[in-house]
């Protein structure tokens, strides 16, 4: 592993820090993290937390990194660093939405969910603050739900196989009145939401800290859809959140970090080709992502680092 030849030789964290952004400082390799601390295996999930006001001291002679003693940023920081003050892995407000929302659903996945099946005032389309009855809640003490109802097909390309649908998030909603039916009033809408769609129970966002590393068996697999990071055409730019038709089956983890290749173009014969069969071209590795959530056979990363835009179908491999 190569070291930066402009790497620090002390670096205080600060709050805004990422893993990522840390070991960038000291690598262009920061899937890299265990050999950049030292660390074996069994720390790469649970690596030691980071919090503003550690240094970070580099001993190039070995090429690791070591936390050094604690600066006092201010009383407020000094006071507050817990566990929920950890640096994370990579931003938290580009991902948030995803880590508490479900991403993909079984072809019966919300099947069984609770069901609005009714409005107040009889109602065709709700908005924020309108009132709606649910069915299917029954003695569940959740008090705050988000709305959602079934997507796109997440198709795997290379095989056609259906690997689930797309959760289509609605807005939330919070229960006034538990029962059957229960009442509920809508706290947000980002789309319409109407009779039929169905509630799942709210969960609470997870700040990722798994350190970057790569995978640990070969992997091949597909950009399959984008969200969000000015995609345009079929085509986005960094901190977009990708899914991969590559998951938990696969061998796929959260803290994983994958690379990003354009397929090589076929180009047709040439003057002065003596073959006439036509030519690949190399595949184009041009970034890294950071996979944060897993399912079993769709994962979802983050762009960290790209040199073009990213497309659907481009490849996804080891770093």
Known sequence: MALKPDAPDRYVVVPGDTLWSI?????DSPWRWT??????KDDIKNPNRIYPGNIIVLDRARGQLAISDTVKLSPRVHAESTASNAIPSIPPSAIEPFLVRPLVIEPDGLDNAPTIVAAEESRVILEAGNR?????IGGSTETTWFIYRRGPALVDPDTKTTLGYEAIYLGTARVTRPGEPAVIQLTSVTQ???????????GR?????????APSSPLQGRIISLYGGGTKLGEAG??????????????LEVGHVVALYRPGALVAEGRGMRSSA????????YGLAFVFRVFD???????????????????????
């Not at 050999?35 to 074996?40: F, K, S, T």
């Not at 983050?302 to 996804?316: A, G």
């Open 23 to 27: 070991a960038q400082r000291f690598t």
């Open 35 to 40: 050999e950049l601390w030292g660390a074996n």
């Open 132 to 136: 709606a009855f649910v069915r299917g």
């Open 192 to 202: 319409e939401v109407s009779v039929g769609d169905k509630l799942v129970p709210a």
């Open 205 to 213: 966002p997870e700040v990722i800290t798994y350190a970057p590393h």
């Open 238 to 251: 960094g901190n977009t959140v990708i899914s991969i038709n590559r998951g938990r089956a696969q061998g």
């Open 278 to 285: 036509p030519l690949t071209l190399p595949n184009d590795r």
């Open 297 to 319: 056979r769709v994962s979802y990363a983050l762009v960290m680092h790209i040199s073009k835009p990213v497309y659907t179908l481009d490849l996804v491999q080891n770093p």
